[in-house]
């Protein structure tokens, strides 16, 4: 079994498909391997140190050289016949029992403790570390965005310490993603192609790019307010000064169809007076309504004078 991450790094530009034209390529991982065949028992788990260069020259075909380098922990099951040597013990004491002068064995009823003795002498248990390489090119045809068909030649320094000789290996393969290309490596023409203006539009609101245009179209906006005041200021009429003693009294009309008199001024009604007798010579001043005030006596007429300008009524 094997489990490898592998991490591609592009560089340059991408095709419509986001194929990058030329990447970096680094992976690792582990391949846990076990080989069980009776006398020959091997377990192995090598860790994976791989890098590798992808060119594609065009988007249907991608060429990878790629180079390997593995370090392992080994641990050999070794299982070889057991020898009996002739020492101090004999068959029997090993719980054989053997007829015709020692040529066949007519029973077997071995302790449990020469069967202990014959595994320890027969099994051996070797673990050691090793480092291996493996390199190779990768031939890839890119049927379409989601099919690939592979070919993959692999050259694998097989012994210990590099020191036996290598194995070629070949192999064709057919790869097909059960996912999609990632909408963040193609192009937004592609990558907006099946999503609704919604969908487009929110996102662009959590965009730098929608950010910056917002604070562009701020800045526009207030340097055109500001132009406008400017220029409503220049256009405006110049106002006169304000005297800081106040406004001044108006002076009351002047007539001047001759001479020098001063035309009155209109005065209040009097709204408790009667109304005024026709203006003749024999005209007599109206008494007035309250008892307080005096009545002026009878007399001739006066001299008609010019009138003074009267005071504003209460």
Same mark, same amino acid.
């Given at each position: 079994?094997?489990?490898?991450?592998?991490?591609?790094?592009?560089?340059?530009?991408?095709?419509?498909?986001?194929?990058?034209?030329?990447?970096?390529?680094?992976?690792?991982g582990?391949?846990?391997?076990?080989?069980?065949?009776?006398?020959?028992?091997?377990?192995?788990?090598?860790?994976?140190?791989?890098?590798?260069?992808?060119?594609s020259?065009?988007?249907?075909?991608?060429?990878?050289?790629?180079?390997?380098?593995?370090p392992?922990?080994?641990?050999?099951?070794?299982?070889?016949?057991?020898?009996?040597?002739?020492?101090?013990?004999?068959?029997?004491d090993?719980?054989?029992?053997?007829?015709?002068?020692?040529?066949?064995?007519?029973?077997?009823?071995?302790?449990? $403790?020469?069967v202990?003795?014959? @595994?320890?002498?027969?099994?051996?248990?070797?673990? *050691?570390?090793? =480092?291996?390489?493996? &390199? #190779?090119?990768?031939?890839?045809?890119?049927?379409?965005?989601?099919?690939?068909?592979?070919?993959?030649?692999?050259?694998?320094?097989?012994?210990?310490?590099?020191?036996?000789?290598?194995?070629?290996?070949?192999?064709?393969g057919?790869?097909?993603?059960w996912?999609?290309?990632?909408?963040?490596?193609?192009?937004?023409?592609?990558?907006?192609?099946?999503?609704?203006?919604?969908?487009?539009e929110?996102?662009?609101?959590?965009?730098?790019?929608?950010?910056?245009?917002?604070?562009?179209?701020?800045?526009?906006?207030?340097?055109?307010?500001?132009?406008?005041?400017?220029?409503?200021a220049?256009? $405006?009429?110049?106002?006169?000064? @304000?005297?800081?003693?106040?406004?001044?009294?108006? *002076?009351?009309? =002047?007539?001047f169809? &001759? #001479?020098?008199?001063?035309?009155p001024?209109?005065?209040?009604?009097?709204?408790?007076?009667?109304?005024?007798?026709?203006?003749?010579?024999?005209?007599?001043?109206?008494?007035?309504?309250?008892?307080?005030?005096?009545?002026?006596?009878?007399?001739?007429?006066?001299?008609?004078?010019?009138?003074?300008?009267?005071?504003d009524?209460?």
């Amino acid at each position: 079994g094997s489990a490898t991450a592998v991490y591609s790094f592009p560089l340059g530009q991408r095709f419509d498909n986001g194929l990058p034209r030329v990447a970096l390529t680094f992976y690792g991982g582990g391949v846990p391997t076990a080989v069980l065949n009776g006398e020959y028992n091997y377990f192995t788990i090598p860790l994976v140190l791989g890098f590798g260069v992808s060119f594609s020259p065009i988007r249907h075909i991608t060429i990878t050289p790629w180079f390997e380098l593995s370090p392992s922990l080994n641990v050999d099951t070794v299982i070889h016949p057991f020898v009996y040597e002739k020492d101090d013990t004999t068959l029997g004491d090993w719980g054989i029992k053997t007829e015709d002068e020692g040529d066949h064995i007519s029973n077997i009823d071995m302790p449990d $403790a020469r069967v202990a003795d014959i @595994v320890n002498a027969s099994v051996d248990l070797d673990i *050691s570390v090793t =480092v291996r390489m493996r &390199g #190779g090119l990768a031939l890839v045809a890119n049927l379409g965005d989601r099919v690939d068909l592979q070919l993959n030649a692999t050259v694998v320094q097989m012994g210990m310490k590099f020191s036996q000789k290598p194995a070629m290996l070949v192999g064709v393969g057919l790869a097909i993603a059960w996912d999609d290309p990632p909408p963040a490596v193609l192009p937004a023409a592609k990558r907006l192609d099946a999503e609704n203006c919604t969908s487009v539009e929110k996102r662009f609101f959590t965009c730098p790019g929608y950010r910056a245009l917002e604070a562009r179209i701020r800045e526009e906006v207030l340097a055109e307010q500001a132009e406008a005041a400017e220029a409503a200021a220049e256009s $405006a009429p110049e106002e006169s000064p @304000v005297s800081d003693e106040g406004p001044k009294p108006v *002076s009351p009309p =002047v007539s001047f169809s &001759g #001479g020098n008199d001063v035309a009155p001024a209109p005065v209040s009604p009097n709204l408790d007076a009667e109304a005024a007798p026709e203006a003749n010579g024999d005209a007599q001043p109206t008494p007035p309504k309250s008892p307080d005030a005096p009545v002026a006596p009878e007399g001739p007429a006066p001299a008609p004078q010019a009138a003074a300008p009267a005071a504003d009524a209460p």
